[in-house]
């Protein structure tokens, strides 16, 4: 079954359209899911639904809509001037430089919050929901992306290790990309531990490809002020390995991903692939 991009964007806008009445927070949240994106997350959930040859139905484009909307939250958080401190995101101005930083964190909350209400109205049995709210839980707070930005910023203007700089690397990016794939594993049936594996090297392809893009791609290649990691010394990829050698680490994380997804079973990964293969440089 083919996804419909249409029917994802109706899903990511609609609670925030119709039933937000308090009009400054619609606009501000609205605002940041428009701005973009290849809404990679929840694409790579619902064609791995597809691959286990899962009709898709409504309850599974607002899970997909969940992991895009607290995905959409850390973006609006990363670029507040306490944080990042980035005036554009995706080719376009951040949200606090629209809405000012207060609406701008209240957005973020809300992004961070929202999924929850959402999950539990999927219409998914209680006993997969209760999973995935563990999960996406576990993805995304104190156990994952925010205790990977927390250690980002412990880290600016230092020198960590190899083995630190993986570690943030699958707090804060790997995370929230593994979840996609172990949400899809709870709702078919199938081996989440495969699926977890997958995501964590999928995960940290992800961020080495971003450090080696920061430090060589343009303002309109990634839609955001390109060199900041260097300019606030923070560690990546790029910095501790140099730029060839996070290529080849690229390269190999991105094969072992295609090599695992070829051993799961009952599962058609053409689809999946391509999307793999879009990340490389």
Do not use: C
Request: net charge negative.
């Amino acid at each position: 079954m083919m996804i419909e991009i249409e029917k994802l964007n109706r899903v990511l806008l609609e609670f925030y359209e119709k039933e937000v009445t308090v009009t400054g927070l619609a606009q501000a949240v609205s605002y940041s899911l428009k701005a973009g994106g290849k809404r990679i997350r929840p694409i790579l959930f619902l064609e791995i639904l597809n691959g286990f040859g899962i009709q898709l139905s409504e309850g599974h484009y607002k899970v997909a809509a969940a992991i895009e909307w607290i995905h959409t939250g850390s973006l609006i958080h990363d670029d507040l001037p306490a944080m990042d401190n980035d005036d554009y995101r995706r080719g376009k101005l951040t949200n606090h430089k629209i809405y000012g930083e207060a609406l701008a964190i209240l957005a973020g909350d809300s992004l961070f919050l929202d999924p929850y209400y959402l999950l539990a109205t999927a219409g998914l049995s209680a006993e997969v929901t209760v999973a995935l709210v563990r999960e996406l839980s576990a993805a995304s707070g104190s156990l994952g992306m925010v205790a990977g930005q927390v250690i980002d910023m412990n880290s600016e203007g230092k020198q960590i290790s190899l083995k630190e700089l993986q570690e943030l690397h699958h707090l804060k990016t790997g995370r929230m990309l593994t979840f996609p794939l172990v949400a899809a594993g709870i709702i078919a049936g199938s081996d989440t531990g495969l699926l977890r594996q997958i995501g964590e090297k999928l995960g940290l392809a992800f961020q080495i490809r971003d450090d080696i893009l920061d430090a060589t791609a343009s303002f309109q290649e990634i839609g955001k002020t390109p060199g900041k990691d260097l300019l606030e010394e923070k560690a990546t990829y790029v910095s501790l390995l140099g730029l060839e050698a996070a290529k080849t680490e690229l390269d190999k994380n991105l094969f072992e991903v295609k090599s695992l997804l070829l051993a799961v079973k009952n599962f058609e990964a053409k689809a999946v692939l391509e999307i793999v293969e879009q990340l490389e440089l």
